[in-house]
């Protein structure tokens, strides 16, 4: 099955600056994968999403890049302001009907004032 | 667009006792829908994914007689915990999606956070 690993669990940034996570997959199948972004006592909500037919996509201030060779995607938030502080979630899953999303294990994101 | 409710937020229940979680779409139709469990600072964990008339498929390790998992209708889904324990304390998430491939966009409730004493 899919193995998805996240990089770095905890992040600090000033605000202001980029920020950075990554993420790899193992099952070359996967084409889809969404990056979710949960605040303390919440559900996820989507923040944006990249199918395999595209390298990179971008909404505002944050941009996901995907590299299918490498089997790693990448979201990338610049521009950082403290209500980006949440745990990001990335996640990737294939377009068979019933297939389920296979999550990262998560970052913690800080901005700092 | 695309929101997930769930209901209630928050339960405190005695041991033994059974408590009920509604999933709700409001403004889309969820062919499949999804139930996960996440445990302080971690990822969350599949326990099951339902299509609407058919049974529930559970992920290994989860008991599908203590957690039932009713898939009605295109915009309900509900979760039942079976005689609580307070091992079954944690924050529950359903997700909803609209259409049928696992490349349509999942959308998430807001949790139901669940305590057992």
């Known amino acids: 099955g899919e193995n998805v690993e996240q990089h770095p669990s905890t992040l600090s940034v000033q605000e202001g600056d980029s920020a950075v996570i990554k993420c790899t997959y193992s099952d070359s199948a996967s084409n889809y994968f969404p990056w979710y972004k949960q605040e303390l006592g919440k559900g996820p909500q989507l923040i944006i999403d990249?199918?395999?037919?595209?390298g990179e996509k971008k909404d505002q201030r944050i941009a996901v890049t995907l590299n299918k060779t490498a089997k790693h995607f990448s979201l990338h938030i610049t521009e950082t302001q403290p209500e980006d502080s949440a745990v990001y979630f990335c996640?990737?899953?294939?377009?068979?009907?019933?297939?389920?999303?296979?999550f990262g294990t998560g970052t913690r994101l800080t901005i700092i004032p | 667009g695309a929101v997930v409710s769930q209901h209630p937020s928050r339960v405190i229940c005695k041991s033994g006792t059974s408590v009920k979680i509604e999933c709700r779409s409001l403004?889309?139709?969820?062919?499949?829908m999804f139930w996960y469990r996440q445990f302080p600072k971690q990822s969350l964990m599949l326990m099951a994914t339902?299509?609407?008339?058919?049974?529930?498929?559970?992920e290994q390790g989860v008991e599908k007689d203590k957690f039932l998992i009713n898939h009605a209708s295109l915009t309900l889904s509900t979760l039942t915990v079976t005689s609580a324990h307070p091992e079954d304390s944690s924050f529950y998430i359903c997700?909803?999606?609209?259409?049928?491939?696992?490349?349509?966009?999942?959308?998430f409730g807001p949790g139901t956070r669940l305590t057992v004493l």
């Open positions: 997700s909803a999606r609209p259409g049928t491939s696992g490349t349509d966009t999942q959308y």
């Open positions: 996640a990737a899953t294939t377009n068979f009907g019933n297939e389920k999303l296979t």
């Open positions: 403004d889309f139709q969820a062919t499949t």
């Open positions: 990249i199918r395999s037919n595209v």
């Open positions: 339902s299509n609407e008339g058919s049974k529930a498929t559970y």
